[in-house]
């Protein structure tokens, strides 16, 4: 395309038409880049453990107990939904890779399984 415009004498096109190029390219690419960020939540009856795996950074790894962890869900009327996990002053953002259904969907499972994991006793 950009050869048929320098053909016809619009010859300033061709440098903005490889631009928008490099730019899709760049693009695609911090797509991919993004798309290998993972975040794990895995509960059990003594401990909430939460790894987030970004691309070139180390593993952060977020140790809760199940029996203080309190589930917060923000619903700003302008906003999406923020799901937090509190205690003892310390918070833990979960779930941002979700939209605001399956964050609220999260939250309600996340409630329930912390509920049965304090209700857990030895046998």
């Known amino acids: 395309f950009a050869l048929g415009f320098v053909l016809q004498g ?3 096109i061709a ?10 390219a760049w693009a695609f690419h911090a797509s991919r880049i993004a798309a290998q960020a993972s975040e794990h939540v895995r509960l059990t009856h003594s401990e909430l453990s939460v790894v987030r795996c ?3 950074r180390p593993a952060e ?3 809760l107990n ?8 923000e619903d700003p009327a302008d906003m999406p939904r923020s799901l937090t996990l509190v205690t003892h002053g310390k ?3 979960v779930g941002r ?6 964050r609220l969907s999260f939250a ?8 049965a994991a304090r209700a857990w006793r030895p046998v």
């Open 15 to 24: 440098p903005f038409m490889g631009l928008d190029v490099a730019l899709l």
């Open 10 to 12: 619009a010859w300033p």
């Open 66 to 73: 199940p029996y203080w962890v309190r589930v917060q869900l």
């Open 61 to 63: 790894t977020s140790l």
């Open 91 to 93: 918070s833990v953002q």
């Open 97 to 102: 890779f979700l939209g605001p259904r399956e």
């Open 108 to 115: 309600q499972a996340l409630k329930q399984a912390l509920g």
């Open 54 to 56: 970004e691309p070139r």
